[in-house]
């Protein structure tokens, strides 16, 4: 697993819930973005991120998020979620996801997104602030 998931600073345990599947018998697609979504979270509280938002008022917001489907999950399994940053840019950067399925030993799906900073008191875009950008660099540099 540490393999397929190597570059990816930020990983996550996540396990399977009958509740997920659909009736084809497999993890709905929906719950896909969820896992993305876990992982994004423990990602921002490594960068105290979520913090810093709270103080500022400036803090993410998901602008655009796709997934590839590579082989269905189903319950039981654990999974792993890799999430790494990069092509940080003036307001935004991009995040990458991977979910690796034990039960597979293999990707079940890997998706994208992009994330912009915003300003929640001024209700608009904001630049992404300093020292964000260097906890990112410092994470994605360990």
Not at 102 to 130: C, F, I, N, R
């Amino acid at each position: 697993m540490e393999q397929l998931l190597s570059g990816f600073p930020v990983v996550i345990p996540i396990t399977v819930a009958w509740g997920e599947m659909d009736a084809f018998g497999h993890v709905n697609n929906v719950v896909y973005f969820r896992y993305f979504e876990s992982a994004r979270i423990a990602y921002f509280e490594r960068l105290q991120m979520l913090d810093y938002m709270r103080e500022s008022g400036i803090g993410p917001i998901v602008a655009s998020l796709q997934c590839r489907f590579r082989a269905p999950l189903t319950y039981p399994d654990t999974l792993s979620v890799g999430v790494r940053a990069h092509s940080l840019e003036t307001d935004r950067f991009t995040m990458d996801y991977c979910v690796v399925s034990h039960k597979l030993a293999k990707v079940a799906a890997e998706g994208s997104g992009v994330v912009v900073m915003y300003d929640y008191k001024a209700l608009t875009k904001a630049p992404l602030p300093d020292v964000l950008r260097e906890r990112i660099l410092a994470l994605e540099s360990s």
